[in-house]
């Protein structure tokens, strides 16, 4: 299979040895790999080069990347980009801050192998045609039943399970992840049914 007939990938990462084991997982796959050793660089070759996703490390020279996140959706060419986040930084308000800044995906590097990844990317970069055949479900957390006040507690939900923005009560959606084996398994976040944001 020649390079280019699955797409494009970023990796915008400051360590080259992490850069150089996604790039051989990836381009022996049949991607494209372009790369970034630093936040400015890899804005530049986003807006320039149009990626088909983005592999974003967090802590990064010149740019953090939150800030590369935030101009990527922010950026109406280039909006619809699909990101997943890898970083050491795995605590829960990063990752919420990540899913809130519009990551499609976030994954604390040593948790996740590089073949694990890459059927993350596989499955979000073919996302339009899985989605067809299945459906999310939505699930109400009673605030008084069994673990919620802890859950609450942990993910830093200090006002309750409401949105932040409009006060609606929000839902737990949870998504079928066809990237694991050995049982159900499912993505899940909270989103709000009335302005429909992801936390």
Known sequence: MNKKDKGTILIIEDEAGFRRIYRDVLENDGYE???????????????????????????????????????????AAIKDI??????????????????????????????????????????????VDITKNINSYKLEVK??????????????????????HCKTKMALELIPDYTRTNGHWFVAHFVCPKCKRAF
């Open 33 to 75: 790999v372009l790369e970034a050793e630093d936040g400015e660089s890899g804005w530049q070759l986003v807006k320039s080069k149009r990626p088909d996703l983005v592999l974003l490390d967090l802590i990064l020279p010149k740019l953090h990347g939150f800030e590369v996140l935030k101009n990527i959706r922010a950026d």
């Open 143 to 164: 605030e008084g039943r069994a673990d919620a006040a802890k859950l609450q507690q942990d993910i830093d939900f200090s006002k309750g399970f409401r949105c932040s």
């Open 82 to 127: 699909p990101v997943i986040i890898f970083s050491v930084l795995g605590g829960q308000k990063n990752i919420q801050k990540g899913l809130e800044l519009g990551a499609n995906d976030y994954t604390v590097k040593g948790f996740y192998s590089p073949r694990e990844i890459l059927s993350k990317i596989h499955a979000l970069l073919t996302k």
